[in-house]
T-cell receptor, first 114, second 116 residues
Framework: AQSVTQLDSHVSVSEGTPVLLRCNYS??????LFWYVQHPNKGLQLLLK??????LVKGINGFEAEFKKSETSFHLTKPSAHMSDAAEYFC????????????FGRGTSLIVHP | NAGVTQTPKFRILKIGQSMTLQCTQD?????MYWYRQDPGMGLKLIYY???????DKGEVPNGYNVSRSTTEDFPLRLELAAPSQTSVYFC???????????????FGEGSRLTVL
């Protein structure tokens, strides 16, 4: 079994300040973890992925995430928010056991103020 | 490479009508999925397929049907449209995790369906 919890439904930051979007997961097997971004009225785009290699993963547009097994977390960060980062972000967990069925979090809406 | 292509992008249906959302991918992916997205609820899995001829129910399958006659195509059928099926539908595909694959999902652009 697997599940993912995004701890904040909305996060509001000012442009130029750091971004932290929180994600906790559970998985009976070694997990693969992903962050996807969805801009308004668009499809989902992969930001970054963790698949049992380096625990600190760098993605597109300056985002990165750190896999912490002891905390079962995969939080997404960015040092300095840009107005174009305003979007919906989804944390996704998959695992190697059983059928390959990715499980989505409910999403976090990132709001960036000028 | 076209990736994952969904049609139509927009559709308005009357209650009780039927329709098919088309999804095709040109990446030779075994896994294909249909999700629906409702505000604040993330993506819910409707049906998925692990290969041609094999389909299975996801979290919210009621009111929908699928088929997978080829690797490329995975259409979603709504038989008797209801207002509760008003949503945005996404098709996705993946190579899964076998053979060292990363499991990344590739998405279509979505189909916005309104049932009145």
């Amino acid at each position: 079994a697997q599940s993912v919890t995004q701890l904040d439904s909305h996060v509001s930051v000012s442009e130029g300040t750091p971004v932290l979007l929180r994600c906790n997961y559970s998985s009976s097997y070694s997990p693969s973890l992903f962050w996807y971004v969805q801009h308004p009225n668009k499809g989902l785009q992969l930001l970054l992925k963790y698949t049992s290699a380096a625990t600190l993963v760098k993605g597109i547009n300056g985002f990165e995430a750190e896999f912490k097994k002891s905390e079962t977390s995969f939080h997404l960060t960015k040092p300095s928010a840009h107005m174009s980062d305003a979007a919906e972000y989804f944390c996704v967990v998959t695992s190697s056991g059983g059928s390959y069925i990715p499980t989505f979090g409910r999403g976090t809406s990132l709001i960036v103020h000028p | 490479n076209a990736g994952v292509t969904q049609t139509p992008k927009f559709r308005i249906l009357k209650i009780g009508q039927s329709m098919t959302l088309q999804c095709t991918q040109d990446m030779n992916h075994n896994y294909m999925y249909w999700y629906r997205q409702d505000p604040g609820m993330g993506l819910k899995l409707i049906y998925y397929s692990v290969g041609a001829g094999i389909t299975d129910k996801g979290e919210v399958p009621n009111g929908y049907n699928v088929s997978r006659s080829t690797t490329e195509d995975f259409p979603l059928r709504l038989e008797l449209a209801a207002p509760s099926q008003t949503s945005v539908y996404f098709c996705a595909s993946s190579l899964g995790l076998a053979g060292g694959q990363t499991g990344e999902l590739f998405f279509g652009e979505g189909s916005r369906l309104t049932v009145l």
